[in-house]
């Protein structure tokens, strides 16, 4: 199982073709207390860079974006009654949507583990 994360703190765990997008424990960080997430339907399809979700905070609203492009396979619907889920456990339970990669070449142009902690420490 391989993660790859943007520089837009959104990370795909793949699994086989299919990839679980969040967003990062930085990212949950620098929001706040999540209060409302809004996911997509299951069957859309997303494009890389496109809009996949949108995840409010006390602090602000942030659009969450597709880091590969893919079918919506599934939502996490424990987010609509409990969105601080994204707070307690951003890289685990608090994933955002599943989808089915359709062009894993993608990922190539996405960041490790290591090189998205170089680029936190760089911004941080």
Known sequence: ?????TKDHEYVRVEGDAGIVGISDYAQAQLGDVVFVELPAV?????????AAVV????AASEVYAPVSGEVL??????EDTPGTVNEDAAGRGWFLKLRITNPSELDGLLTEEQY?????SIS
């Open 74 to 79: 599934e939502v996490n619907s424990l987010l």
């Open 117 to 121: 902690q170089e680029f936190v420490k």
């Open 56 to 59: 409010e905070s006390v602090k």
């Open 1 to 5: 199982m391989t993660t790859r994360y």
């Open 43 to 51: 069957g859309k399809t997303l494009a890389k860079g496109a809009e």
